[in-house]
């Protein structure tokens, strides 16, 4: 058991710390220094590894310094104690640009990584089986936001479960040794969880929700900056729409070069891409201006107001730089 346990611990240590060896790979050439966050997956990674491989930084006169996190609140508090420039969220991160403490400055894509898993053989079959039950969430991520949409479905509230707040390492671990009863957390640590427990019951996940709610990830900024270093924003803005087309029009090749970034197997990370939709910059431009990622923030942040995370729903534009990036691709 011991032995099991620690390789499961070897196993999701390299998953949160995996993409750190595509640091010094991402800092060649450039002359500006820019430090930008990421998650040690498809969606929050992947563009900085096509960055990295097409040369797209040094093209913009950029010398980036990344660093690997295990979610996206941690990075806006690095945002906020100015050890970022920019970084890497999840939808479930959204409230935090939403309350002020980041700028959106970029829409990535759309993720469906997202899920409510519970232990086999303890009778829990549907989301309502949960109360009374310790579900253990990553406080304030897509973890959180999954099961607060779930529990909300099923005529329950966070007060019906015993909630249990953990950092994602740890749920893996805590689910596999049958700590916690269930969670809400997202892939690929979902599949690092079946490793020990192939018969995990999944009760939902973000397309139960969809097209009625979407689920966008985005990189974001300090608050002030697009308005403090614009020219750094659009600079930052055409590192990240040139390797988003690239991907769009790429796939199979962009999984090839994130799982050498990452320094995971490719079929992992194959698997992990498909839990996302990855839109053109022409695509996100025309979704910007037709006001459809507004409806996006703002199907989120009604949920983050009810939840009481927000206080009430602020218009898009004050905390996504739409027409910055519109710009930045010369729209």
Not at 44 to 71: D, H, M, R, Y
Not at 265 to 284: H, S
Not at 286 to 310: I, P, Y
Request: with cysteine.
């Amino acid at each position: 058991m011991r032995t099991a346990l620690a390789g499961l611990a070897a196993a999701v240590l390299a998953l949160s710390t995996a993409g750190c060896g595509g640091d010094a790979k991402a800092g060649s050439g450039g002359s500006e220094k820019v430090r930008f966050g990421y998650i040690a997956d498809f969606n929050g990674s992947s563009l900085l590894a096509i960055a990295a491989k097409q040369g797209l930084w040094k093209k913009q006169g950029l010398k980036p310094e990344t660093k690997v996190f295990t979610n996206g609140p941690l990075q806006i508090q690095a945002l906020g104690a100015g050890d970022l420039d920019a970084g890497y969220i999840g939808p479930g991160a959204f409230w935090l640009p939403a309350s002020g403490k980041a700028k959106i400055i970029a829409i990535n894509g759309l993720g469906f990584a997202d899920h409510v898993i519970a232990q086999p053989g303890r009778g829990i079959r549907t989301v309502a089986d949960l109360k009374g039950k310790k579900v253990g969430v990553p406080e304030g991520t897509s973890g959180d936001m999954i099961l607060s949409l779930a529990l909300k479905r099923a005529g329950l509230t966070a007060k019906d479960v015993k909630k249990v707040a953990m950092d994602p390492t740890t749920i893996v671990s805590a689910f596999a040794s049958g700590q916690i009863d269930a969670a809400g957390i997202w892939y690929p640590l979902i599949d690092t969880i079946k490793q020990r427990k192939p018969d995990l019951v999944d009760l939902a996940g973000d397309r139960d929700f969809y097209p009625a709610m979407s689920f966008p990830n985005a990189f974001v900024s300090a608050p002030d900056l697009p308005s403090r270093k614009p020219e750094l924003v659009t600079k930052l803005d055409r590192v990240l729409q040139e390797a988003a087309d690239y991907r769009a029009a790429h796939l199979d090749e962009t999984v090839k070069l994130t799982a050498a970034f990452m320094k995971l197997p490719v079929d992992k990370v194959k698997a992990d891409a498909a839990n996302g939709e990855y839109p053109t910059t022409a695509d996100l431009v025309a979704k910007t201006q037709d006001g459809t990622v507004a409806k996006w923030l703002d199907g989120l942040a009604a949920l983050f107001a009810e939840s009481g995370k927000l206080k009430s729903v602020p218009k898009a534009d004050t905390y996504y730089a739409g027409d910055l990036y519109a710009k930045a691709a010369g729209k």
